[in-house]
Protein backbone atom coordinates (compact mmCIF):
# COMPACT_ATOMS: atom_id res chain seq x y z
CA UNK A 1 0.00 0.00 0.00
CA UNK A 2 2.81 2.62 1.12
CA UNK A 3 4.57 2.00 -2.12
CA UNK A 4 0.98 2.72 -4.05
CA UNK A 5 0.50 5.84 -2.10
CA UNK A 6 3.88 7.25 -2.61
CA UNK A 7 2.89 7.09 -6.54
CA UNK A 8 0.61 9.50 -6.51
CA UNK A 9 2.33 12.45 -6.27
CA UNK A 10 4.19 11.67 -9.30
CA UNK A 11 1.70 10.92 -11.24
CA UNK A 12 -0.04 14.51 -10.34
CA UNK A 13 3.21 16.46 -11.02
CA UNK A 14 3.60 14.92 -14.44
CA UNK A 15 -0.98 15.31 -15.62
CA UNK A 16 -0.55 19.34 -13.79
CA UNK A 17 3.06 20.17 -14.95
CA UNK A 18 3.64 19.30 -18.25
CA UNK A 19 2.35 21.88 -19.92
CA UNK A 20 3.89 24.64 -17.68
CA UNK A 21 7.44 22.50 -17.74
CA UNK A 22 7.46 22.61 -21.72
CA UNK A 23 7.25 26.47 -21.40
CA UNK A 24 9.46 27.30 -18.77
CA UNK A 25 12.31 25.05 -20.78
CA UNK A 26 11.52 26.73 -24.07
CA UNK A 27 11.86 30.10 -22.82
CA UNK A 28 14.95 29.18 -20.40
CA UNK A 29 16.63 27.21 -23.64
CA UNK A 30 16.07 29.21 -26.47
CA UNK A 31 17.89 32.40 -27.43
CA UNK A 32 16.97 35.58 -26.57
CA UNK A 33 14.07 37.49 -28.47
CA UNK A 34 12.94 33.72 -29.30
CA UNK A 35 9.61 34.64 -27.29
CA UNK A 36 8.28 37.53 -25.91
CA UNK A 37 7.19 35.88 -22.88
CA UNK A 38 5.66 32.70 -21.76
CA UNK A 39 1.82 33.47 -23.91
CA UNK A 40 3.93 34.09 -26.91
CA UNK A 41 5.96 31.04 -26.22
CA UNK A 42 2.27 28.89 -25.39
CA UNK A 43 0.37 31.00 -28.84
CA UNK A 44 3.61 30.17 -31.15
CA UNK A 45 3.65 26.35 -29.61
CA UNK A 46 -0.83 25.83 -30.22
CA UNK A 47 -0.84 26.85 -33.86
CA UNK A 48 2.89 25.61 -34.70
CA UNK A 49 2.54 21.80 -33.04
CA UNK A 50 -0.99 21.31 -31.60
CA UNK A 51 -1.85 20.67 -28.10
CA UNK A 52 -0.77 17.42 -27.98
CA UNK A 53 3.06 19.56 -28.09
CA UNK A 54 2.01 20.66 -24.57
CA UNK A 55 2.91 17.05 -23.37
CA UNK A 56 5.65 16.27 -25.34
CA UNK A 57 8.54 14.82 -23.25
CA UNK A 58 5.34 13.40 -21.44
CA UNK A 59 7.26 9.64 -21.29
CA UNK A 60 10.51 10.54 -19.52
CA UNK A 61 8.74 12.91 -17.13
CA UNK A 62 6.71 9.91 -15.81
CA UNK A 63 9.48 7.69 -15.69
CA UNK A 64 11.41 10.22 -13.96
CA UNK A 65 8.51 11.37 -11.40
CA UNK A 66 6.81 7.72 -10.59
CA UNK A 67 10.12 6.53 -9.14
CA UNK A 68 11.25 10.05 -7.98
CA UNK A 69 8.16 10.02 -6.29
CA UNK A 70 8.31 6.61 -4.71
CA UNK A 71 12.24 6.87 -3.61
CA UNK A 72 11.80 10.35 -2.34
CA UNK A 73 8.90 10.34 -0.07
CA UNK A 74 9.48 6.52 0.51
CA UNK A 75 12.79 7.23 2.31
CA UNK A 76 12.28 10.41 3.90
CA UNK A 77 9.44 8.55 5.59
CA UNK A 78 11.89 5.92 6.67
CA UNK A 79 14.19 8.39 8.13
CA UNK A 80 12.10 11.09 9.21
CA UNK A 81 12.14 12.06 12.87
CA UNK A 82 8.69 11.28 14.94
CA UNK A 83 6.33 14.20 15.00
CA UNK A 84 6.51 15.98 18.00
CA UNK A 85 3.29 15.23 20.60
CA UNK A 86 2.91 19.05 20.83
CA UNK A 87 4.22 22.60 19.48
CA UNK A 88 6.68 22.77 21.55
CA UNK A 89 8.64 19.85 20.01
CA UNK A 90 9.44 21.61 16.78
CA UNK A 91 12.97 22.40 18.00
CA UNK A 92 15.94 23.19 15.85
CA UNK A 93 17.06 19.42 16.41
CA UNK A 94 13.54 18.01 14.87
CA UNK A 95 14.02 20.88 11.94
CA UNK A 96 17.81 19.19 11.81
CA UNK A 97 16.97 15.68 11.69
CA UNK A 98 14.37 16.73 8.89
CA UNK A 99 16.82 18.23 7.07
CA UNK A 100 18.71 15.04 6.98
CA UNK A 101 15.95 13.00 5.96
CA UNK A 102 15.33 15.50 2.96
CA UNK A 103 18.63 15.08 2.06
CA UNK A 104 19.24 11.40 2.08
CA UNK A 105 15.95 11.11 -0.11
CA UNK A 106 17.48 13.12 -3.04
CA UNK A 107 20.72 10.69 -2.97
CA UNK A 108 18.83 7.62 -4.72
CA UNK A 109 16.84 10.17 -7.13
CA UNK A 110 19.58 11.68 -8.12
CA UNK A 111 21.25 7.98 -9.58
CA UNK A 112 18.46 7.75 -12.41
CA UNK A 113 17.23 10.89 -13.10
CA UNK A 114 19.97 12.59 -14.90
CA UNK A 115 19.85 10.89 -18.48
CA UNK A 116 15.70 10.83 -17.92
CA UNK A 117 16.00 14.82 -17.38
CA UNK A 118 18.11 14.94 -20.76
CA UNK A 119 15.85 12.89 -23.09
CA UNK A 120 13.24 15.20 -21.15
CA UNK A 121 14.89 18.54 -22.21
CA UNK A 122 15.65 17.43 -25.51
CA UNK A 123 12.37 16.39 -26.70
CA UNK A 124 10.62 19.48 -25.09
CA UNK A 125 13.13 21.35 -27.33
CA UNK A 126 12.58 19.60 -30.54
CA UNK A 127 10.06 21.09 -32.94
CA UNK A 128 9.64 18.04 -35.40
CA UNK A 129 10.52 15.10 -33.76
CA UNK A 130 8.69 12.60 -30.98
CA UNK A 131 10.20 12.01 -27.93
CA UNK A 132 11.06 8.31 -29.53
CA UNK A 133 12.67 10.15 -32.25
CA UNK A 134 14.61 12.05 -30.18
CA UNK A 135 15.87 9.04 -27.83
CA UNK A 136 17.16 7.03 -31.00
CA UNK A 137 19.06 10.19 -32.49
CA UNK A 138 20.67 10.37 -28.77
CA UNK A 139 21.78 6.70 -28.70
CA UNK A 140 22.74 6.30 -32.55
CA UNK A 141 24.92 9.45 -32.56
CA UNK A 142 25.77 11.07 -28.91
CA UNK A 143 28.70 9.29 -26.59
CA UNK A 144 27.58 8.21 -23.77
CA UNK A 145 28.45 10.75 -21.40
CA UNK A 146 25.81 13.07 -22.75
CA UNK A 147 23.17 11.54 -20.48
CA UNK A 148 25.31 12.47 -17.36
CA UNK A 149 25.88 16.15 -18.65
CA UNK A 150 24.75 18.62 -15.95
CA UNK A 151 25.06 15.64 -13.21
CA UNK A 152 26.43 18.03 -10.72
CA UNK A 153 23.40 20.29 -10.98
CA UNK A 154 21.19 17.66 -10.20
CA UNK A 155 22.85 16.43 -7.47
CA UNK A 156 22.62 19.73 -6.37
CA UNK A 157 19.07 20.24 -6.93
CA UNK A 158 18.04 17.22 -5.32
CA UNK A 159 19.83 16.85 -2.28
CA UNK A 160 20.67 19.62 -0.60
CA UNK A 161 18.02 21.41 -2.04
CA UNK A 162 15.04 18.50 -0.89
CA UNK A 163 16.13 18.91 2.33
CA UNK A 164 15.63 22.57 2.20
CA UNK A 165 12.51 21.70 0.46
CA UNK A 166 11.20 19.72 3.27
CA UNK A 167 12.62 21.78 6.71
CA UNK A 168 9.98 24.24 4.69
CA UNK A 169 7.09 21.86 4.49
CA UNK A 170 7.02 20.89 7.89
CA UNK A 171 7.71 24.28 8.94
CA UNK A 172 4.65 25.51 7.11
CA UNK A 173 2.50 22.42 7.96
CA UNK A 174 3.30 22.65 11.43
CA UNK A 175 2.37 25.95 11.75
CA UNK A 176 -1.03 25.27 10.15
CA UNK A 177 -1.98 22.67 12.07
CA UNK A 178 -0.89 24.53 15.07
CA UNK A 179 -3.71 26.74 14.33
CA UNK A 180 -6.24 24.16 13.19
CA UNK A 181 -8.42 26.20 10.82
CA UNK A 182 -9.08 24.07 7.80
CA UNK A 183 -9.36 20.40 7.33
CA UNK A 184 -5.91 18.56 7.05
CA UNK A 185 -6.29 17.86 3.28
CA UNK A 186 -6.84 21.64 2.92
CA UNK A 187 -3.92 22.32 5.45
CA UNK A 188 -1.87 19.81 3.23
CA UNK A 189 -2.68 21.75 -0.15
CA UNK A 190 -2.19 25.06 1.64
CA UNK A 191 1.93 23.84 2.85
CA UNK A 192 2.24 22.36 -0.71
CA UNK A 193 1.14 25.82 -2.46
CA UNK A 194 3.54 27.75 -0.18
CA UNK A 195 6.46 25.55 -0.27
CA UNK A 196 6.08 25.42 -4.09
CA UNK A 197 6.22 28.97 -4.50
CA UNK A 198 9.37 29.71 -2.36
CA UNK A 199 10.92 26.31 -3.87
CA UNK A 200 10.35 27.84 -7.28
CA UNK A 201 11.91 31.29 -6.46
CA UNK A 202 15.18 29.47 -4.94
CA UNK A 203 16.09 26.99 -7.30
CA UNK A 204 14.90 29.12 -10.76
CA UNK A 205 18.47 29.75 -11.91
CA UNK A 206 19.42 26.55 -11.28
CA UNK A 207 16.70 25.12 -13.45
CA UNK A 208 17.91 27.69 -16.31
CA UNK A 209 20.95 26.71 -16.35
CA UNK A 210 20.30 22.58 -15.87
CA UNK A 211 18.15 23.26 -19.25
CA UNK A 212 20.81 25.29 -20.90
CA UNK A 213 23.42 22.15 -20.51
CA UNK A 214 21.08 19.74 -20.44
CA UNK A 215 20.21 21.09 -24.13
CA UNK A 216 24.52 21.23 -25.24
CA UNK A 217 26.95 18.92 -25.42
CA UNK A 218 30.59 19.09 -24.52
CA UNK A 219 31.62 21.58 -27.52
CA UNK A 220 29.25 24.77 -25.57
CA UNK A 221 31.67 23.45 -22.58
CA UNK A 222 31.56 23.41 -19.32
CA UNK A 223 28.92 24.15 -16.59
CA UNK A 224 30.82 26.86 -15.69
CA UNK A 225 31.26 28.63 -19.11
CA UNK A 226 27.46 28.11 -19.63
CA UNK A 227 26.60 29.92 -16.93
CA UNK A 228 29.24 32.20 -18.18
CA UNK A 229 27.22 32.72 -21.50
CA UNK A 230 23.62 32.76 -19.69
CA UNK A 231 24.83 35.82 -17.42
CA UNK A 232 26.18 37.70 -20.44
CA UNK A 233 22.96 37.33 -22.26
CA UNK A 234 21.29 39.40 -19.43
CA UNK A 235 22.65 38.75 -15.83
CA UNK A 236 20.38 37.95 -13.07
CA UNK A 237 17.26 38.60 -15.33
CA UNK A 238 18.94 36.01 -18.12
CA UNK A 239 18.74 33.99 -14.91
CA UNK A 240 15.09 34.30 -14.11
CA UNK A 241 13.56 34.19 -17.46
CA UNK A 242 10.21 31.95 -17.38
CA UNK A 243 9.90 32.10 -13.57
CA UNK A 244 6.59 33.73 -13.92
CA UNK A 245 5.67 30.41 -15.60
CA UNK A 246 8.26 28.31 -13.01
CA UNK A 247 5.69 30.10 -10.28
CA UNK A 248 2.71 29.28 -11.95
CA UNK A 249 3.46 25.93 -12.65
CA UNK A 250 5.03 25.04 -8.84
CA UNK A 251 2.45 26.28 -6.81
CA UNK A 252 -0.50 24.45 -8.25
CA UNK A 253 1.74 21.33 -8.91
CA UNK A 254 2.97 20.97 -5.44
CA UNK A 255 -0.39 21.75 -3.83
CA UNK A 256 -2.00 19.06 -5.91
CA UNK A 257 0.86 16.25 -4.84
CA UNK A 258 1.15 17.16 -1.83
CA UNK A 259 -2.29 16.94 -1.01
CA UNK A 260 -3.12 13.69 -3.24
CA UNK A 261 -0.91 12.04 -1.23
CA UNK A 262 -2.31 13.47 2.49
CA UNK A 263 -5.44 12.03 1.11
CA UNK A 264 -4.75 8.43 -0.45
CA UNK A 265 -2.75 8.09 2.79
CA UNK A 266 -6.07 9.24 5.00
CA UNK A 267 -7.73 6.64 2.65
CA UNK A 268 -5.91 3.47 2.84
CA UNK A 269 -5.54 4.32 6.50
CA UNK A 270 -9.19 4.54 6.86
CA UNK A 271 -9.62 1.00 5.22
CA UNK A 272 -6.52 -0.75 7.35
CA UNK A 273 -8.58 0.71 10.35
CA UNK A 274 -11.96 -0.77 9.04
CA UNK A 275 -10.70 -4.24 7.95
CA UNK A 276 -9.21 -4.49 11.26
CA UNK A 277 -12.20 -3.83 13.72
CA UNK A 278 -14.10 -6.34 11.08
CA UNK A 279 -11.75 -8.91 12.33
CA UNK A 280 -11.04 -8.62 16.34
CA UNK A 281 -8.49 -11.47 16.10
CA UNK A 282 -6.36 -9.41 14.36
CA UNK A 283 -6.99 -6.66 16.62
CA UNK A 284 -3.41 -6.32 18.18
CA UNK A 285 -4.73 -3.44 20.75
CA UNK A 286 -6.88 -6.18 22.09
CA UNK A 287 -4.29 -8.06 23.51
CA UNK A 288 -6.02 -10.60 25.63
CA UNK A 289 -8.55 -11.05 23.00
CA UNK A 290 -5.74 -12.25 20.51
CA UNK A 291 -3.85 -14.45 22.82
CA UNK A 292 -6.96 -16.68 23.17
CA UNK A 293 -7.76 -16.32 18.96
CA UNK A 294 -4.37 -18.08 18.62
CA UNK A 295 -4.78 -20.80 21.56
CA UNK A 296 -8.00 -22.04 20.76
CA UNK A 297 -6.38 -22.27 17.10
CA UNK A 298 -3.52 -24.41 18.29
CA UNK A 299 -5.86 -26.79 20.07
CA UNK A 300 -7.66 -26.83 16.93
CA UNK A 301 -4.45 -28.44 14.91
CA UNK A 302 -5.12 -31.68 13.79
CA UNK A 303 -2.64 -34.35 15.53
CA UNK A 304 -1.95 -31.68 18.44
CA UNK A 305 -0.60 -34.15 21.40
CA UNK A 306 -3.42 -34.30 23.84
CA UNK A 307 -1.02 -33.25 26.89
CA UNK A 308 -0.30 -30.25 25.20
CA UNK A 309 -4.02 -29.49 24.31
CA UNK A 310 -4.89 -29.60 28.43
CA UNK A 311 -2.27 -27.54 28.97
CA UNK A 312 -3.40 -24.86 26.42
CA UNK A 313 -6.52 -25.36 27.50
CA UNK A 314 -5.64 -24.67 30.88
CA UNK A 315 -4.58 -21.21 29.98
CA UNK A 316 -8.00 -20.23 28.45
CA UNK A 317 -9.75 -20.51 31.86
Not at 12 to 36: I, K
Not at 60 to 86: E, M, Q
Not at 121 to 147: D, E, H, W, Y
Not at 256 to 273: N, P
Amino acid sequence: DSFLVNLVPGVTWCVVGQPFDLVRVRLAAESPGAYRGAVDCLVKTLRAEGAGALWKGLPPSLLISLPHSCLLFSTYYAFRPKTPDTDDGYTAAFYAEVLRAGMLAGVPITLFQNPLDVWRVRSQMSRQLSGATVLGNLLKSAPPSIFMRGASLTAFRNIPCTGGYMVCYEAVTAYLNARKWFASETRALMAGGVVGLFYSLATHPLEVLRANVLNSDATSGGIVRVARKLWGEGGARRMYRGVLVSITKAVPVHAAGLWSLAVVKDLVETRRKENDSARPDLNVGNHGELRRSITMRAIAVPGTDVTMQRHLAGKLR
